[in-house]
């Protein structure tokens, strides 16, 4: 197996499947892990507060198509994690753009911040008007899909076709039985957590059981900042992205999209957010990703479903190839 081939030496250590003690400390913005690519900033202000984004901007490898595709991360993953797809997409002809959202990764995690995803989508918008990138194909993975989503909302003219890949917020889980949690029991489950406890959430409700050991590094990516000095800047950030997710849904304005949509759908995926929380009476009643996509499908003017047989939560990591033409031909349409 080999690791990105830009990875600093500590993150090198992921490559043997480091144990929880050791994962190094990488920073609450990751700083001393290497991206596998050049790494661009976006500054901004937002809430009073100054902010940077840090981006891939990835030039087309071949005969430019003239199109541009944004690649939206989900909560437990970063814009590293789409290189295996920027790199594919960009050998057909795109120019791909993949961010850290503000509060993840390598990009400003303000204090007190109020997350919502409808200030993710400003901040989006603003780091397309500085990429001087026009229409695109927006392509959105797990609770990036709710951003991705809210984005094509707010800014349709910016939206030529819509990505959703595992998307979470098809559903309204506290309406289906799951207990609101506040941001003081969020942030009390993350001082829990590490890498440990990553990889088991992951194996269990991502990868269907299934481990590869080529999914360490990014077990390692995400631990890195929670065993940082600085962790609990993380801690914060990440609870108060959980409370987002639990009280933002998409669902109810999914009628509202306009755009072609694709939902890229891995069938085996056990994602159902936060049911574990829920009363043990209540869990049958909330849906799964992928059967909150049947319902949704349906729901949305222009869309349509494409069911991934035997892959999980995140298809682009578990099957690169097998994404990526799925990928290019929803973006072909």
């Known amino acids: 197996m080999i690791c990105l081939s830009r990875l600093t030496a500590v993150a090198l250590l992921s490559c043997s499947g480091a144990t929880a003690a050791q994962v190094p400390a990488l920073g609450a913005n990751l700083e001393r892990y290497a991206y596998p690519a050049p790494v661009h900033w976006f500054e901004a202000e937002t809430q009073g507060q100054r902010v940077r984004m840090a981006y891939l901007d990835i030039a087309p490898a071949g005969r430019a198509n003239g199109r541009t595709i944004l690649l939206l991360h989900g909560k437990n993953f970063c814009a590293a994690t789409w290189y295996d797809t920027a790199r594919r997409m960009a050998a057909a002809g795109y120019r791909v753009i993949a961010p850290d959202q503000i509060g993840f990764c390598k990009s400003s995690k303000p204090p007190g911040y109020q997350y919502s995803f ?8 603003g780091l397309l008007e500085h990429a001087a990138a026009g229409p695109v194909v927006l392509v959105g993975h797990s609770t990036g899909g709710i951003i991705a989503a809210r984005f094509a909302l707010s800014y349709p003219a910016q939206v030529a076709r819509l990505v ?79 409370d987002m997710i639990q009280t933002q849904p998409i669902a109810a304005d999914l009628p509202r999209l306009t755009m072609p949509v694709t939902l890229i759908v891995g069938q085996r995926d056990a994602t159902a957010y936060r049911a574990d929380h829920a009363p043990a009476e209540r869990r049958a009643a909330i849906r799964t990703v992928p059967a909150a996509a049947e319902a949704a499908v349906r729901r949305i003017p222009r869309a349509r479903l494409v069911r ?24 072909e349409e």
């Open 118 to 125: 409808h200030a993710l989508a400003a901040l989006t918008r």
């Open 164 to 242: 959703l890949v595992n998307p979470l917020g098809l559903n309204d889980t506290l309406a289906e039985g799951v207990p609101y949690t506040d941001p003081g029991a969020l942030r009390a489950e993350e001082a829990r957590t590490d890498a440990a406890s990553i990889k088991a959430y992951q194996l269990r409700t991502y990868y269907h059981g299934a481990w590869r050991p080529d999914y360490d590094r990014w077990v390692t990516m995400l631990a890195g900042q929670y065993a940082s000095a600085d962790g609990d800047r993380v801690r914060d950030a990440q609870a108060r992205l959980s």
């Open 308 to 331: 991934l047989e035997g892959l999980g939560h995140a298809p682009q990591v578990e099957a690169p190839a097998a994404f990526a033409a799925a990928l290019r031909a929803a973006s």
